[in-house]
């Protein structure tokens, strides 16, 4: 739906297609897709390696409402010596949906490396914020591997 007033809109909308809306746009999944940029480093135990982990929100409906992303450096050296949060961010193209912003937080813990990435989304329908998730990729390593998931926001 196009509009210039998209508020208006919605709020236009008949009972039963404000329903199929809100089906539409509530956020229901998130989808993974990965980026890795391989080890460097004079040698197999010390080295660092990059990567980018995506996440989706999608409604019921399969629509796609949300992207974000995070990336992470992990290094090692015998262990993993240092987790780095490099870079991360959201957006969205999606009727009412913005991104706001987000947090990280990175650390070496119990012989495991984290880059975490918090992305904040807000659902805004006639002025009114109705759902504020938040996406959380993260960046994991340990043991000379490095991969990453989405969904959770913990160091650990």
């Not at 329903?19 to 080295?47: H, I, K, N, Q």
């Not at 996440?55 to 050296?77: E, N, P």
Request: charged share 15%; aromatic share 8%; net charge negative.
């Amino acid at each position: 739906m196009a509009s210039a007033d998209p508020d208006a809109a919605v709020e236009a909308l008949s009972p039963a297609d404000h329903d199929l809306f809100v089906y539409a746009v509530t956020p229901v999944s998130e989808e993974v897709t990965e980026t890795v940029t391989p080890a460097s480093g004079t040698t197999a135990r010390s080295s660092c390696s990059e990567r980018t982990q995506l996440g989706q929100g999608k409604s019921a409906a399969g629509v796609a409402l949300y992207d974000f992303w995070t990336t992470g450096r992990i290094c090692w050296d015998g262990g993993v010596s240092s987790a780095t949060y490099l870079d991360g961010g959201g957006s969205s193209g999606a009727l009412g949906w913005n991104y706001t912003g987000s947090t990280h937080a990175e650390g070496v813990i119990s012989g495991w490396g984290y880059a975490v990435g918090r992305h904040n989304f807000q659902l805004n329908i006639a002025g009114v914020v109705v759902q504020s998730p938040t996406g959380c990729a993260r960046v994991i390593g340990s043991s000379g591997a490095i991969f990453g998931d989405v969904g959770n926001c913990n160091l650990g």
